[in-house]
């Protein structure tokens, strides 16, 4: 069965530090794997995905993914952190069968981003 | 822009009394999801339309219910609302040829 999982329930991270977001996956087949953030009582929104090529996946908001086949991880980066990157991010992988593309989510992580 | 909207984005309702829930889009994705999230947990996948064909997850409750009339909406009822249905409801939509979901905001269910 696909699954994902997200080790950390929390990060903490100084703005101006480089952050790093766990994810670990367990798939049949190859990997269509997503990161999305959820500000307080919103939605879900995407930031990116990794399907196939480049290891090294570039998205939304300066994020950045890097897909490691042989850790089987798909961990979220950014650079620089800011106050404003503090949400719940979640990693989440496709589901098996059919082209409804429906999505495994992991547990979340909350990020926090101190001044 | 286009998006995908919710209504209401706070509903309160007694115990046991039903409860409808609406999204709509105007993506004009032949694929509609709702997902169930409750306080800081991941979202859970409750069932799917791919066009007009219902797809119901295994685990989601009778209480549960699902009407598509048309592509830009979808409506999430719940027959008999208990105290452990209160959550966040999240309506996504996708294309079929497409992998990425779009969430609306939301709609964060009370059950008195």
């Known amino acids: 069965a696909q699954s994902v999982a997200q080790p950390e329930d929390q990060v903490n991270v100084a703005e101006g530090n480089p952050l790093t977001v766990k994810c670990t996956y367990s798939v049949s087949g190859n990997p269509y794997l997503f990161w999305y953030v959820q500000y307080p009582n919103r939605g879900l929104q995407f930031l990116l995905k990794y399907i196939t090529g480049d290891n090294l996946v570039k998205g939304s908001y300066g994020f950045e993914a890097e897909f490691n086949k042989s850790q089987t991880s798909f961990h979220l980066k950014k650079p620089s952190a800011l106050v404003s990157d503090s949400a719940l991010y979640f990693c989440?992988?496709?589901?098996?069968?059919?082209?409804?593309?429906?999505?495994?989510f992991g547990t979340g992580t909350l990020l926090a981003v101190q001044p | 822009d286009a998006m995908v909207i919710q209504n209401p984005r706070y509903q309160v309702t007694q115990f046991g009394k039903p409860v409808t829930l609406s999204c709509s889009q105007t993506l004009n994705h032949n694929v509609m999801y709702w997902y169930q999230q409750k306080s800081s947990q991941a979202p859970k996948l409750l069932f799917h339309y791919y066009d007009k064909d219902f797809n119901n997850e295994a685990d989601t409750p009778d209480n549960f219910q699902s009407r598509r009339p048309n592509t830009s909406f979808c409506f999430l009822d719940i027959r008999s609302p208990g105290l452990g249905d209160a959550a966040m409801y999240l309506c996504?939509?996708?294309?079929?040829?497409?992998?990425?979901?779009?969430f609306g905001a939301g709609t964060r269910l009370s059950v008195l």
């Open positions: 989440a992988v496709r589901g098996l069968g059919g082209a409804t593309n429906k999505l495994i």
């Open positions: 996504a939509t996708s294309s079929g040829a497409r992998v990425i979901q779009y």
